[in-house]
Every structure is written in C-alpha cells, then in structure tokens.
C-alpha cells in the first residue's frame, strides 16, 4: 500500500510510547518518527511515559523533548505501574485525533505508520492493526521456542475468541482518538491482556478494523518485558474474555 498522501485536514498524530529502560532504545525511535511524519508532512506529538526506569531513560527522554519541541512530551511515573495504564496516562496528554500505539525498541518500525494512516484513510477504519501474521509480514530475530509461543497464543485466542483480526496480541495500532477513549471505558484489563481485550471489544461494539502487514524485529537494546507470569495472566485473560462476551 502507497504511503500516506500529505491530507488538507487538521489530523494530529499522537504516538504513545511507554517506556521502562530504553535509553539507548528512546533517540533513535524518536529520531526515525521524526523523519517519518516531517517527510509525509503530518501534524504529529511523541508522549514517552516512563514508569520509573532506573538507567537514565526519563533523563533521555527530558533531552529529546528540547531537542524536537514541541513534538516531544515526557509523562513519567513513579513506578513500574503496567502497559496499559501507561496507554491511558499518555492518552490524558495527547492532543491528537488520532492515536499510534507502538513499543519503544525497534521491533515497531515506524516506516509502517504511513501505511497504516493510508489504510485507514481508504477504508474509513476505526482501528489499524499492524499484523505479523497476514500478507508479507513476519517475525525476525525470535528463537523457534518464542515464534511458537507467540502463534500458538495467537491460534489459543482466536479459536476461543473468534476477534476477527489476525494478530490479536499485536501492540502496534493507529486508534480513531474517540474509538480508544470509548474502548477504554468499557475494557477492564490493563496489563499484556489489554491488546486483546481492545480487539475483542472493538468487534463486539462494531467497530471496524483494518490491518496492514508488518515486520516485527526482535528489540536491538535492552531486555524483554515478557516472562512467565505475563504468559499465565494472557491464557487467564483469554478465558476471563470468553466467559464475558
């Protein structure tokens, strides 16, 4: 799909980046989001919500938001308090019509973002989802054990859930602003389940989603977020799901 066309409207991007130690992670993203939106000529704002990280990332970050004003805003918290409150704190902030949730270590490239704005463009979309698991997209740099996991939690949620999209835990999506605020006060769950809990309810209110194929790398810096105890709190979240819708 053809990037985004420079649009006569009054569209705002905003960008959600939660953070939890991604110093060396945090420029370059910033940087390549930057390009992104100056080179498609799109009115956009980054809000970086840092829950507490102990390696000097809120400290990056207070740089970058000199460094590209106005388009930067820091968020912090005083703890590691979960995704998916950071998601709502930054959305308190967020100027935007429109919403782009992503991670801050690369395995979200923003050069997809132009080809999401255009698919959403296209098809009136409330909702656009980057998919791993559609088209030409794919996952890079994970061991067969996490592939594995990764699909077969996938495959674990659509049979029981039937959400209609091919990457249910997906984390990278462009929201209508009104669609998310909506979602989120409807949606209780707010940690690693809360992807899949915005796209089961999106299809249960009738919203439309559309996808666009993406590359996900594995991250370059930094240590991954997913563990044992967010594995157990996806399988429960999925039946807490099934059971309520």
């Known amino acids: 799909m053809a990037p985004a066309k420079p649009s006569s409207s009054k569209d705002t991007y905003s960008v959600i980046l939660p953070t939890f130690n991604e110093r060396q992670n945090l420029p370059i993203i910033t940087w390549l989001l930057n390009r992104t939106f100056t080179e498609q000529n799109l009115d956009w704002e980054l809000i970086i919500v840092d829950d507490g990280s102990p390696d000097g990332t809120q400290e990056v970050a207070a740089q970058l938001v000199t460094?590209?004003?106005?388009?930067?805003?820091?968020?912090?918290?005083?703890?590691?308090?979960?995704?998916?409150?950071?998601?709502?704190?930054?959305?308190?902030?967020?100027?935007?019509?429109?919403?782009?949730?992503?991670?801050?270590?690369?395995?979200?490239?923003?050069?997809?973002?132009?080809?999401?704005?255009?698919?959403?463009?296209?098809?009136?979309?409330?909702?656009?989802?980057g998919t791993r698991y559609a088209g030409d997209g794919?996952?890079?740099?994970?061991?067969?054990?996490?592939?594995?996991?990764?699909?077969?939690?996938?495959?674990?949620?659509?049979?029981?859930?039937?959400?209609?999209?091919?990457?249910?835990?997906?984390?990278?999506?462009?929201?209508?602003r009104a669609v998310l605020e909506r979602l989120f006060e409807c949606t209780e769950a707010r940690g690693f389940t809360m992807q899949m809990a915005l796209a089961v309810t999106a299809k249960s209110k009738g919203y439309s989603i559309g996808e666009v194929p993406i590359s996900f790398v594995d991250r370059v810096y930094g240590d991954s977020k997913l563990g044992g105890e967010e594995i157990v709190e996806y399988a429960k979240g999925v039946l807490q799901l099934w059971w309520s819708t």
């Not at 590691?80 to 782009?100: E, P």
């Not at 996490?146 to 929201?175: C, E, H, M, Q, W």
């Open 67 to 129: 460094a590209y004003a106005p388009h930067v805003l820091l968020r912090p918290r005083t703890g590691k308090l979960g995704l998916g409150t950071a998601y709502v704190h930054g959305l308190q902030s967020a100027r935007g019509n429109y919403i782009v949730i992503m991670d801050a270590d690369f395995s979200h490239h923003p050069k997809f973002i132009p080809q999401m704005i255009a698919a959403q463009r296209a098809g009136g979309f409330d909702i656009v989802t």
């Open 138 to 176: 794919g996952v890079y740099g994970w061991d067969l054990k996490r592939k594995l996991t990764s699909k077969g939690a996938n495959i674990f949620a659509d049979t029981v859930l039937r959400p209609g999209v091919s990457d249910l835990t997906g984390s990278f999506r462009l929201y209508k």
